[in-house]
């Protein structure tokens, strides 16, 4: 759906033993993580791991699927569906049970390239316990015996749940707070933002080589009222044209925000149109309404544990940040 220099480390698959859980192969850039597993032909993927999107499993586009020459995959309730590729030994993706049915989704191509070949899912990473490491720039899914560092601070996620406990849809709501207030956000690890040439300026946000970095989503409506309350908050217009070129939208600086007992800041937001994040919107698929979303601009100071079994999150300060008062 987000450090100063680009950013592009590839994190090789390490045995097991060498560490609690399993290390994904991984590239990271500019505070988003894309899955980067070796498919049996010698084709690496890159996939955008997403805990704010995706209606599927996981997902290839369809300019991705196209050469490789999947097999259709019929699905009960519609879509696009396609055979499972096979991965080179030791450098697929973590065994997961697949949503629908055994396949993957293929989806249109994503305006603007941001997603690269695909998406691993918010069902994908619900069924287990995944951290984000992003000083070390490094995913892992964790071990069913996990449990969390003494130093981690951990928070509470809202989710859809069924009669049964179990998600109902897997988008986690996070409260933090701005200027003592909570408020509520989607965490959304995939929120993608595309600085203008003023945007980077004002900001100082590197970006990728096709242009995209990780950012944060406040609505308009938030974003007037914490401009009215805080006039010398910085307000930078025409900061992102992530829609395109006329469409460039504002982006405010917020001093200090605290998110799971830590301060940490400035964070700049970059403005959504409130009807994005409404009841027809990210809210109608969320256990209560959220008004944007925090991304990887604010996760780059921490080790970040998505803990969706115990439906929490779990920060532990690495750089930047300090316990909040």
């Given at each position: ?67 490789l ?25 973590p ?48 071990d ?12 509470s996620l ?65 974003m007037n ?21 006329g469409?460039?939208?504002r ?47 604010l ?27």
């Open positions: 759906m987000k450090v100063s220099r680009m950013i592009a480390a590839l994190v090789v698959a390490l045995p097991v033993a060498a560490l609690a859980g399993t290390v994904v192969p991984t590239v990271y850039e500019q505070g988003h993580f894309f899955a980067a597993p070796t498919l049996a032909s010698g084709k690496t993927l890159k996939l955008n791991v997403d805990t704010g999107g995706g209606s599927g499993f996981w997902f290839l586009t369809t300019s991705a699927a196209a050469p020459h999947l097999a259709p995959v019929h699905c009960d309730g519609g879509g696009s569906f396609a055979a499972t590729p096979a991965f080179a030994p030791g450098k697929g993706l065994p997961m049970k697949p949503r629908v049915c055994d396949a993957i989704s293929v989806n249109p191509d994503c305006p603007g390239g941001d997603m690269d070949d695909g998406s691993l899912s918010a069902w994908f990473l619900a069924q287990g316990t995944w951290t984000f490491d992003y000083p070390a720039r490094r995913l892992t899914l964790e069913k015996g996990w449990e969390p560092a003494s130093e981690a601070h951990g928070v809202g989710f859809v749940e069924n009669p049964h406990g179990d998600f109902g849809t897997p988008y986690p709501r996070i409260t933090i707070k701005v200027a003592g207030e909570p408020v509520d956000f989607l965490l959304d690890t995939g929120a993608t933002a595309h600085p203008t040439r003023e945007g980077r300026k004002a900001m100082g946000t590197g970006v990728a080589a096709n242009g995209f970095a990780a950012g944060s989503y406040i609505t308009t409506s938030v009222l914490w401009h009215d309350h805080h006039p010398d908050w910085q307000v930078v217009d025409n900061a992102d044209d992530l829609f395109g070129a469409k460039a939208t982006a405010i600086r917020v001093p200090s925000v605290d998110i799971a007992g830590w301060a940490v800041g400035p964070v700049w937001f970059t403005e959504r149109r409130d009807s994005a994040f409404g009841e027809d919107g990210m809210s109608g698929m969320m256990d209560s309404e959220v008004h944007g979303s925090v991304g990887g601009n996760f780059a100071h921490f080790r970040l544990v998505m803990d969706y079994p115990r439906r929490k999150a779990w920060f532990t300060c690495i750089e930047g940040c300090k316990a909040a008062k």
